[in-house]
């Protein structure tokens, strides 16, 4: 049966993953309250106006930066200040940035905690309590495949993500039985060069690019936003605690590769991670 939902909440929706999902989720006719930084406002009202008049849904559009100290609280007291109260909260803003840890400015990596961490819990913990209470609501969490490895380079974001994931997965424990479901979906690389948190390009190292050409070669399906976010809708309709999106059948590929890892001592598994990513 299909998930149906009066009215969401989307963090990050100007670009990517996040703006899939608003698109998807007015074409279900769903209202939505989306929110993208101050920098993307103009983006992001644009978005809203095209979904309203395409679709006929109300639209909101708040910009905020979730890295600021309360941007949760002050991004629910704007919503509740429109009389937007969202039965389905998507929890897709997020930063991630490429490099050596040592070297990487250190407020980009907590900004990146207080994005892909902290707003994350606060926009879960201010909004949850409501849905439980009317017994009713959900919430998608966008976590990543960076979830289930340490990842060289990608410190931070990889362990941000591996929380992400196991809070959400603790998560729907904790709720299913009082009719919140919870989703958490990870995932892969959606072929592009990443985009960092302050707008400067992280581009994948050459032996990732390589492996995912070779790899598209091979499975000439690429797998885009539209696929994650209607795996994602099917995922909380079934309330599956996560999903997993890979690129289309990649799953032989991923599930040898993963063999080949899983046997290697773990300072040989780490070290030829940091090859891959260098």
């Not at 992280?202 to 797998?223: E, G, M, T």
Request: proline share 5%; hydrophobic share 50%; aromatic share 8%.
């Amino acid at each position: 049966m299909q998930y149906q939902a009066r009215s969401a909440l989307v963090t990050g929706a100007s670009s990517g993953i996040g703006e899939a999902f608003a698109r998807g989720l007015a074409a279900r006719g769903m209202n939505l309250l989306l929110t993208a930084l101050p920098e993307d406002e103009s983006l992001l009202r644009a978005i809203a106006m095209e979904l309203s008049e395409q679709h006929g849904v109300r639209t909101e559009a708040v910009a905020i930066d979730l890295a600021e100290h309360d941007a949760g609280r002050r991004l629910q007291a704007a919503g509740d200040a429109l009389g937007f109260e969202p039965d389905l909260l998507v929890n897709n803003a997020g930063i991630g940035t490429r490099g050596v840890f040592a070297e990487l400015p250190l407020d980009l990596q907590l900004d990146m905690i207080r994005v892909n961490i902290e707003a994350l819990v606060a926009l879960t913990g201010l909004y949850v309590p409501r849905m439980v209470a009317r017994r009713d609501g959900a919430v998608i969490n966008v976590a990543s495949t960076a979830a289930f490895a340490p990842i060289p380079y990608f410190a931070v974001y990889a362990a941000s993500k591996a929380f992400v994931q196991r809070f959400g997965e603790a998560l729907w424990a904790e709720n299913h039985r009082h009719g919140v479901r919870i989703t958490t979906v990870c995932p892969g690389p959606v072929f592009t060069r990443f985009q960092g948190r302050f707008g400067t390009k992280a581009p994948a190292s050459r032996y990732a690019l390589f492996f995912w050409r070779i790899l598209h070669v091979i499975l000439p399906r690429p797998l885009t936003v539209e696929m994650i976010v209607a795996d994602t809708l099917q995922a909380l309709e079934q309330d599956q605690p996560t999903v997993v999106r890979r690129v289309p059948g990649a799953g032989p590929v991923y599930h040898s590769i993963a063999l080949a890892m899983n046997a290697l001592p773990q300072r040989l598994r780490l070290l030829a991670i940091e090859r891959i990513n260098r």
